[in-house]
Structure formats: structure tokens, C-alpha cells
């Protein structure tokens, strides 16, 4: 069983709708929670970083953390076709040695 | 731009054959951190340089190895190479404190085995 896990989609939604995305561990050491956006082709690009439990928000995004229930998420307000992507959740007990989850592609419809 | 550069941007190879891919950070970056991205795998985590010395290890073969140079740039060198090794590999760099919480991703060296 792989220490994160992440559905990989394809997630389609209509422009304007909210987007959710989510992922689960198993590893109760995890304190570093990260989502990251990656283009096709592209290098991921960190859209949240989250210490311990709690939400964040930050213009359309919000990323939300429960270690209770090893369950971190991701909403996207307003959605655009350019946020049209792969999401991927990274975590880490210790900083450095990020575990990534598999990704979930979204696709926004015009 | 990241400000993270990795060469080469694409490479094709032949299997049991040795390549370099080559990283550098971001200025100022002390860390370094090589990934592993393939379709059925998703980025796995290879291994972390500090400052030219090693600081933790993942899932990296043994016929895979890596360093850091006292300039900070680092490279990943790739021997007996087979088919199951074809990937994108993908470099980061962080300033390795806890507060940014950031890392800079390269764009990626497309490695093909055939």
C-alpha cells in the first residue's frame, strides 16, 4: 500500500464550478502538506504549503488538513480552462523527503 | 521560469548504457532533490543533497548515484540502464528551511531506453 493516495481522475468540471480534490495517508508522522500544480510537460509549481493540521486560504484556493483522519484536500473556487492541470498532494514527516501523491487530472470545460 | 535548470531536456539511450543528468539550482539554493516521474509510478522521491553532502535517500537504485559539487550544482548518474528506467526526472532545489516550505522544480529531463 503506497503511504499516499490520490485518485488520478480524470476530473472534468464546468468553468466557474468548485473544484475538489483530495488525498489520504497513512504515515501519522506526515506534518508537511504541499499541493503542487503540473502543466503538461512543466515542472510542478507549489500552489499551498500547509504546517500541521488546520486550512489555508489563499485567492481561489484553499487547502484544508485533518490529521486525525489523514485526509487532506484541495477546493479551487471559480474555476478557470487554465486551471486545467495535474494536482498532485506531497507530504513529509521530515523536511526534505516529500512523498508525492500520483496526481489527479482536472480538466475545466469552457 | 523556476530558476531551476536541468540538462538535458530530452535524452534517448540504449538499454545497459550510462548517462548524466545535470541540475542547477536556484541561487542561493543549498538543497537539491532529484524525482523519479513515470506514468504508472507518479514522482518518487530519489534522493536530497545539502550543501554537498547527502541528507536523505529514497526509493534510488543502486545502479543509480548522485552528488552535489562545492559550486551547489549536482548531477545523477544512470548506469545499466533498462527499459523500466525511461522517465521524466526532475530536479528541485529549496533553501532548505522549514518557514518557505517551497520547492523550485526544473522542467524536467526526458529520459528514453530503448
Known amino acids: 500500500q503506497k503511504e499516499v493516495e490520490q485518485d488520478p481522475g480524470p476530473l472534468s468540471v464546468p468553468e466557474g464550478a468548485i473544484v475538489s480534490l483530495n488525498c489520504t495517508y497513512s504515515?501519522?508522522?506526515?506534518?508537511?502538506f504541499m499541493w503542487y500544480r503540473q502543466y503538461s510537460r512543466k515542472g510542478p509549481e507549489l500552489l499551498m504549503y500547509?504546517?500541521?493540521?488546520g486550512n489555508k486560504e489563499d485567492g481561489r484556493f484553499t487547502a484544508q488538513v485533518d490529521k486525525s483522519s489523514k485526509y487532506i484536500s484541495l477546493f479551487i473556487r471559480d474555476s478557470q480552462p487554465s486551471d486545467s492541470a495535474t494536482y498532485l498532494c506531497?507530504?513529509?514527516?521530515?523536511?526534505?523527503?516529500?512523498?508525492f501523491g500520483a496526481g489527479t487530472q482536472v480538466v475545466v470545460t469552457p | 521560469d523556476s530558476g531551476v535548470t536541468q540538462t538535458p531536456k530530452h535524452l534517448i539511450t540504449a538499454t545497459g548504457q550510462r548517462v548524466t543528468l545535470r541540475c542547477s539550482p536556484r541561487s542561493g539554493d543549498l538543497s537539491v532533490y532529484w524525482y523519479q516521474q513515470s506514468l504508472d509510478q507518479g514522482l518518487q522521491f530519489l534522493i536530497q543533497?545539502?550543501?554537498?553532502?547527502?541528507?536523505a535517500k529514497g526509493n534510488i537504485l543502486e545502479r543509480f548515484s548522485a552528488q552535489q559539487f562545492p559550486d551547489l550544482h549536482s548531477e545523477l548518474n544512470l548506469s545499466s540502464l533498462e527499459l523500466g528506467d525511461s522517465a521524466l526526472y526532475f530536479c528541485?532545489?529549496?533553501?532548505?528551511?522549514?518557514?518557505?516550505?517551497?520547492?523550485?522544480f526544473g522542467e524536467g529531463s526526458r529520459l528514453t531506453v530503448l
Open positions: 543533497y545539502y550543501n554537498g553532502e547527502e541528507r
Open positions: 500547509t504546517y500541521s493540521s
Open positions: 504515515n501519522s508522522a506526515f506534518q508537511y
Open positions: 528541485a532545489s529549496s533553501v532548505d528551511t522549514e518557514n518557505t516550505g517551497e520547492l523550485f
Open positions: 506531497a507530504m513529509s514527516s521530515s523536511w526534505g523527503k516529500f512523498q
